[in-house]
């Protein structure tokens, strides 16, 4: 009869420890899970996106370009850090040539004259004009190499603006003035036509006669 009574009373002081065990045991399993769900939300446990081959070369081109000295679009810089002027008037066209100087930035005039004077009459008139043309370009030696090209047309271009001339023109104090500018956009016109390019951008009389 003793023995049941001290097992009743061992008994009845193992319950409360087990209900402390328990009650920590589920106070962990739910701060765990707490945790747990936290980090999932957050995408603790998603992969990491990753960059596509699309992306990646962009990337690669982007630092390429900004390593050169910008990206496409922006202007480079020159050894003073001013940004360079675009010398390409168009894709497949000449390039100017630049003269090396410090601190300035001057492009090199090349020259060429026509092979024969131009010879017209003066129009409604029996006055004869003879000039000699040439023609200045800070392009590279193929504006010079066109023109030789197509002399014939660059001539008969010139001598249709010969042909307008008046007396009344002549007389005037810009006549020469007017009258280069129209053949430079003349010959530019031709050339234009046949290779894409002008490139003439001035014209030069070294001889002038009107007798």
Do not use: C
């Not at 200045?136 to 249709?160: C, G, I, P, Q, W």
């Amino acid at each position: 009869m003793a023995d049941e009574q001290q097992a009743e009373e061992g008994g009845k002081k193992k319950s409360p420890l087990i209900m402390i065990i328990v009650l920590v045991v589920v106070i962990l399993l739910l701060v765990v899970g707490s945790i747990i769900g936290t980090l999932a939300v957050t995408g603790f446990f998603s992969e990491p996106e990753q960059e596509s081959v699309e992306e990646l070369l962009k990337k690669a081109e982007e630092e390429k370009a900004a390593a050169e000295g910008g990206a496409e679009g922006e202007p480079k810089l020159g050894p003073d850090g001013k940004p360079l002027p675009n010398l390409k008037e168009t894709p497949e066209g000449p390039e100017k040539q630049i003269k090396s100087e410090p601190d300035v930035t001057k492009f090199e005039s090349r020259y060429k004259e026509m092979s024969r004077p131009l010879i017209a009459n003066v129009a409604a008139s029996r006055k004869v004009m003879s000039v000699t043309v040439a023609i200045m370009t800070h392009y590279d030696d193929k504006v010079l190499t066109n023109m030789d090209k197509h002399e014939f047309a660059l001539r008969s271009a010139s001598l249709d603006v010969l042909r307008q001339v008046t007396e009344a023109d002549i007389d005037k104090p810009t006549f020469r003035i007017e009258l280069a500018e129209k053949i430079r956009l003349a010959m530019n016109s031709v050339l234009e036509r046949y290779e894409d390019f002008g490139g003439i951008e001035q014209v030069l009389f070294t001889e002038f006669i009107i007798q």
